[in-house]
């Protein structure tokens, strides 16, 4: 099979470049080895879960998480102020958007398991701006502009190779090899789930290799819960919501109901590091809402829906190395040194190889951009991609 770009990886990177493919009228692939859309970018809905589809059908899209009672478990919040690239999309895709909620006190526990409460809480500035219907919305929007024939969901790149034409890459889907010829081949993968899982023939110089490898694949450590109640209770008692705590399991929890409140939904990042929380993984759900209960009252014991996302569990996401270092900010990997055999035949458009945003949804952006860039206009071919 024949195309003029492979993009690999449909988190946000890969799809803002696709759609951008798409909007030229550009020969394109999209290659995802997950069975949904979004990568990091991930909301769960009360509604029935989304199933898992290797063809990208409503199904693989989850058109129930679209409408207020969908919560995300990877990214929640963008900053217009700082993020220009993130404003602009989420405009031109008239997507609502409303700020993350503030108002009143809130709850401090110490590492001895004390708690403080306050009548004022901390507010970020910039303020964070959340998307109506959660970051799920985003991606549901981008995915609408493609041509679903050029999806290939549950299809995982696993060997790249130059020749004389371009590129060969392999991938696998449902057990079987699926050969592609490309002019290029975008890689919107995290640079060490890329460096660990996909064979290069040749290699990468060995540069290039260790700037990649020195490239943190940002929040692959983390893990997030989300508890939803009928109504956010805590506002009721002038709460924010907020809590900070340095025991844990939980260290800092948000408000993340929708905006017209009419479920109340809590977030939180975990205290605990990846292995402890594998190590306690039986308890978890238990231990969590113990804390929820001492942090917010009895109500908080109660949770409609309760779901943890552990991030490190997932290998698309996160490398052995990301787990055992402190979490940094990538950061250089818009200025990777390609050099020669691969040149413009291989570009990298994940997240952290974006610009000053590297690691966040804007540094996807700007990353996609930074390839686009690099994709010389004029060349429009014929649509040369035969697709089964
Ligand atoms: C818990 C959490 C909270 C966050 N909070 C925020 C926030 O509030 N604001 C913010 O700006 N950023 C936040 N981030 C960061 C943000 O999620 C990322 O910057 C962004 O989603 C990265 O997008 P991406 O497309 O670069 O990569 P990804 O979303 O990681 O997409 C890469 C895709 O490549 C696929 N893939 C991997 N290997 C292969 C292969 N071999 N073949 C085919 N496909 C492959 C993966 O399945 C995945 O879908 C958060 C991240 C997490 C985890």
């Excluded at 493919?21 to 989304?50: H, M």
Aim: hydrophobic fraction near 40%; include cysteine; glycine fraction near 8%.
């Amino acid at each position: 099979m024949h195309t003029e770009t492979i993009i690999v990886g449909a988190g946000l990177a890969g799809l803002s470049l696709a759609a951008e493919l798409q909007r030229q009228q550009r020969d394109y692939v999209l290659i995802e080895a997950r069975e949904r859309l979004g990568g990091r970018i991930f909301s769960k809905t009360l509604a029935a879960p989304a199933k898992a589809s290797a063809s990208l059908d409503s199904d693989s899209l989850d058109p129930s998480c679209f409408g207020s009672h969908c919560f995300d478990l990877g990214p929640t919040w963008f900053w217009p102020q700082v993020n220009p690239r993130m404003k602009q999309l989420v405009s031109d895709l008239g997507l609502g958007i409303f700020p993350q909620y503030q108002s009143g006190g809130m709850v401090i526990q110490s590492d001895t398991g004390f708690i403080l409460r306050q009548n004022q809480s901390w507010t970020q500035n910039p303020r964070p701006m959340r998307i109506n219907g959660g970051m799920q919305a985003l991606i549901h929007a981008l995915a609408a502009q493609l041509d679903h024939q050029r999806l290939r969901l549950a299809c995982h790149l696993t060997q790249l190779e130059l020749n004389a034409d371009g590129v060969t890459a392999q991938c696998q889907q449902d057990g079987c090899e699926q050969t592609w010829q490309a002019q290029r081949v975008v890689i919107a993968v995290p640079p060490r789930v890329a460096l660990r899982d996909i064979s290069f023939t040749p290699a990468l110089p060995k540069a290039t290799q260790q700037q990649l490898q020195q490239l943190p694949t940002w929040m692959a450590s983390r893990a997030k819960m989300v508890a939803v109640y009928s109504h956010p209770f805590w506002r009721d008692r002038q709460q924010s919501g907020l809590a900070i705590s340095q025991c844990g399991p939980l260290a800092e929890i948000h408000d993340a109901s929708p905006a017209d409140g009419s479920k109340g939904a809590l977030f939180a990042f975990f205290h605990w590091p990846a292995e402890q929380r594998e190590a306690q993984q039986q308890t978890l759900k238990t231990q969590l809402t113990e804390q929820l209960v001492k942090l917010y009252g009895p109500q908080a014991g109660e949770p409609e829906a309760l779901w943890i996302q552990d991030w490190a569990q997932e290998p698309l996401t996160a490398v052995a190395s990301d787990l055992n270092e402190a979490p940094q900010h990538p950061s250089g990997g818009d200025q990777l040194m390609q050099g020669e055999p691969w040149q413009q035949r291989l570009l990298w458009a994940a997240s952290e190889c974006g610009g000053h945003n590297a690691g966040y949804l804007e540094g996807a952006l700007e990353a996609a951009a930074a390839c686009l860039a690099q994709i010389p206009e004029e060349q429009t071919l014929p649509m040369a991609c035969s697709l089964p």
